[in-house]
T-cell receptor
Framework: TQLLEQSPQFLSIQEGENLTVYCNSS?????LQWYRQEPGEGPVLLVT?????EVKKLKRLTFQFGDARKDSSLHITAAQPGDTGLYLC????????????FGKGTHLIIQP | EAGVVQSPRYKIIEKKQPVAFWCNPI?????LYWYRQNLGQGPELLIR????????DSQLPKDRFSAERLKGVDSTLKIQPAELGDSAVYLC?????????????FGPGTRLTVL
């Protein structure tokens, strides 16, 4: 059983379109991170959300943490080819330095 | 500031051979993690170190996998003997322990292919 479910698994859209990626769980997380991974590279941290209902913006990316701290979403406005990559959500069940639980990821392709 | 360094980047071996991966974390980061990422999956934690102590190795297959972080800085992950199913990307990450939340920084990974 996957602790963190990401959807969709694959998404291919045209440049300029908007999209939302979801990360859902039945568990409560102390914090949740979103990472982006390109082929042949390690995941790169985009954002950390810690408070239920929190919204963070990073240029055209908007991240939201659910009120109950069980789910999160990533919304990209006016997607660009440079946004192509694997987007991973990862949750920390405990505080401090516990290992992260990752979802399977969303493979995003933005076509010019 | 230099990021997490891993070597080698790629390794191809035959089954039953030993293999070792090396990781140098970000300077000052006392927590180090090894993850395994299978094709099409997210990373899965193998082991976590706090300084030189392995504080969570519950997911490490101890019959063939071992790890060490002797001086609390660099770390080595070893597989002996390797099996076909060990083919994956092995990622090292480090973090600066905080009381609030956990932000981990990853290296580029070592892609292992077992033939």
């Amino acid at each position: 059983t996957q602790l963190l479910e990401q959807s969709p698994q694959f998404l291919s859209i045209q440049e300029g379109e908007n999209l939302t990626v979801y990360c859902n769980s039945s568990s409560v997380f102390s914090s949740l991170q979103w990472y982006r991974q390109e082929p042949g590279e390690g995941p790169v941290l985009l954002v950390t959300v810690v408070t239920g209902g929190e919204v963070k913006k990073l240029k055209r990316l908007t991240f939201q943490f659910g009120d109950a701290r069980k789910d999160s979403s990533l919304h990209i406005t006016a997607a660009q080819p440079g946004d192509t990559g694997l987007y991973l959500c990862a949750g920390a069940l405990g505080g401090g330095a516990d290992g992260l639980t990752f979802g399977k990821g969303t493979h995003l392709i933005i076509q010019p | 500031e230099a990021g997490v360094v891993q070597s080698p980047r790629y390794k191809i071996i035959e089954k039953k051979q030993p293999v070792a991966f090396w990781c140098n974390p970000i300077s000052g980061h006392n927590t180090l993690y090894w993850y395994r990422q299978n094709l099409g999956q997210g990373p899965e934690l193998l082991i976590r170190y706090e300084n030189e102590e392995a504080v969570d190795d519950s997911q490490l297959p101890k019959d063939r996998f071992s790890a060490e972080r002797l001086k609390g800085v660099d770390s080595t992950l070893k597989i002996q003997p390797a099996e076909l199913g060990d083919s994956a990307v092995y990622l090292c990450a480090s973090s600066l322990r905080t009381g609030a939340y956990n932000e981990q920084f990853f290296g580029p990974g070592t892609r292992l292919t077992v033939l």
